[in-house]
C-alpha cells in the first residue's frame, strides 16, 4: 500500500477566496456569515447564511455566466486550479494517472430553483435547454476532469453533509491501493436559493440567531456554501516531482447507522472514528484535534459529544474539539473537504481553530470546546468528522508528513 500525502488544497468559502483564506478566519474567528434576502420568499424567518461576497462571486462567476456550468461547478473548478497551482502540477501530471473524486449533496441547485418558477409563472416553453448538463450532481468532477485532462476514474458521492469527506477518502483509497498516483479530490456545494433555503427552514434545523455549537443555548445550523479540492498523491510520486508535501493522510472510516434518516447513531459514529483510527494506525491519544460536525442542533451535538467520549474517554483527556460551522457555515456537500482544509491548517500552524458565538457548558453534554479564541497547541495528528443526513459518517485523519 502506497503513503498518501497531500500537495495541494483550494477553497472557495463564505470566507473569501483561497485555502489560507478559510484558514485565517478560521483561526482568527473571523465569521464570513452575512445578510442573506430572497424575493421569492413571501416568509423568511431565517435571514442569514454563509454565502460569498458579490465581489466573489464576480471573480468566480465572471461578468457573463458559463452557458453550461452552474455556481457549483464553478466553486469547484476555482478551488482545483488553485489546488493544482499550489502543488505543482503540470499537464504531465494527468493523465490515466489523475483520478477526480468531488462530491456534491444537491448539484445544480440555481438552474432547478430558476426551472421551477419559470414552470409555475410561465409554462413550460421558457426553461434552460442547458439544464440537464447543469443540474447533474457530477457536473463539478466532470468539469475538473476536462479542466486538467484528468483521465482517470471520475466519481461524484452524493451522501449529503458526508459527501466532501467520503470523496477524500475515497481517493485516498485509489492512491494507496495503486489504481491511481493522484487525485483531485474534495466536495462543491451552491444552494442558496430561494425554494432550497426555504424547505431547509421548514425542516426547523437553522438557527435565525448566531451559530453556537455545542453552547447550552445553541437552537441550529446557519447553512454555507463553497467548494474544498485537495491534491492527494502517493508519497513515491510526490517525491519524484520535488513536490512541497504539506501532510500526509493516514486514515479514512466511512459507515451507515442503517437507522434514523436524521438523528446520527453516536455508536455507529464512535464505530467510524474507531475504523480511521485502525487504518491510520494510531489510537486515540495520537489525536490532538478533532473537527467536529458540530452543527449546533440540539441532537447532532448531543450525540456526537457521546461518540467522541466513547473513542477518546468520558473526559476526553488531551484531546481538543471545535466546530468552525459558524465561521464557514454548514456547508452540505462540501463541508467536509472545507473542515479537512481547516484541520490541516490546524496542523500547520500548530494551533486550534475556535468555536466562535460559544457561551455556556451545555450540563447535558459537559463539553468545553475551545472557545471563540484559537488555542496554541503541538499537534502531531488531527481528525475531521461528517456525520450526514441518512446516516452516514465519515472521519479522516491526517498527521505532519515524516520522511522515512
Request: aromatic share 4%; charged share 20%; glycine share 12%.
Amino acid at each position: 500500500m502506497s503513503r498518501v500525502v497531500v500537495t495541494g488544497l483550494g477553497a472557495v468559502s463564505a470566507c473569501g477566496l483561497g485555502a489560507d483564506v478559510l484558514t485565517d478566519a478560521t483561526q482568527t474567528g473571523v465569521s464570513g456569515v452575512k445578510p442573506i434576502h430572497f424575493g421569492d420568499l413571501d416568509a423568511q424567518r431565517v435571514k442569514t447564511a454563509a454565502r460569498l461576497s458579490e465581489a466573489d462571486l464576480v471573480q468566480v462567476l465572471g461578468e457573463k455566466p458559463h452557458r453550461m456550468r452552474e455556481p457549483v461547478a464553478e466553486y469547484a473548478l476555482t478551488a482545483a486550479r488553485e489546488a493544482v497551482a499550489q502543488a505543482g502540477l503540470t499537464e504531465e501530471h494527468f493523465g490515466d494517472s489523475c483520478g477526480v473524486s468531488i462530491g456534491s449533496g444537491f448539484g445544480g441547485g440555481q438552474t432547478l430553483n430558476i426551472n421551477y418558477l419559470k414552470l409555475g409563472r410561465e409554462g413550460s416553453m421558457r426553461l434552460d435547454p442547458m439544464s440537464v448538463p447543469k443540474i447533474m450532481n457530477n457536473a463539478a468532477a466532470s468539469w475538473v476532469s476536462m479542466e486538467f485532462g484528468a483521465t482517470g476514474p471520475a466519481l461524484c458521492l452524493a451522501t449529503a453533509c458526508s459527501s466532501g469527506s467520503q470523496s477524500i477518502g475515497m481517493a485516498y483509497q485509489m492512491i494507496a491501493s495503486g489504481q491511481v498516483e493522484r487525485c483531485l479530490a474534495g466536495g462543491s456545494e451552491a444552494c442558496l436559493e430561494s425554494g432550497v433555503f426555504r424547505v431547509w427552514e421548514l425542516l426547523r434545523v437553522m438557527t435565525a440567531e448566531q451559530n453556537r455549537p455545542f453552547s447550552k443555548d445553541r437552537n441550529g445550523m446557519t447553512l454555507g456554501e463553497g467548494a474544498g479540492v485537495l491534491v492527494l498523491e502517493s508519497l513515491e510520486s510526490a517525491e519524484a516531482r520535488g513536490a512541497t508535501i504539506l501532510c500526509e493522510l493516514v486514515g479514512f472510516g466511512t459507515n451507515s447507522d442503517a437507522g434514523d434518516l436524521l438523528r446520527p447513531d453516536p455508536k455507529r459514529a464512535a464505530a467510524c472514528m474507531r475504523m480511521a483510527l485502525k487504518s491510520a494506525g494510531l489510537t486515540p491519544a495520537d489525536i490532538g484535534y478533532v473537527n467536529a460536525h458540530g452543527t449546533g442542533t440540539v441532537a447532532n451535538d448531543v450525540n456526537e459529544v457521546t461518540a467522541l467520549r466513547d473513542v477518546f474517554g468520558e473526559g476526553l483527556d488531551g484531546l481538543d474539539v471545535s466546530s468552525t460551522k459558524p465561521i464557514h457555515g454548514h456547508a452540505l456537500g462540501a463541508a467536509g473537504a472545507l473542515e479537512m482544509i481547516v484541520a490541516i491548517g490546524a496542523l500547520q500552524r500548530q494551533s486550534v481553530p475556535p468555536t466562535i458565538n460559544f457561551t455556556e457548558v451545555d450540563p447535558k453534554i459537559d463539553i468545553d470546546p475551545v472557545a471563540n479564541v484559537a488555542k496554541p497547541k503541538q499537534l502531531g495528528a488531527v481528525m475531521s468528522n461528517s456525520l450526514a443526513f441518512g446516516g452516514i459518517n465519515a472521519t479522516l485523519i491526517a498527521k505532519a508528513y515524516e520522511h522515512s
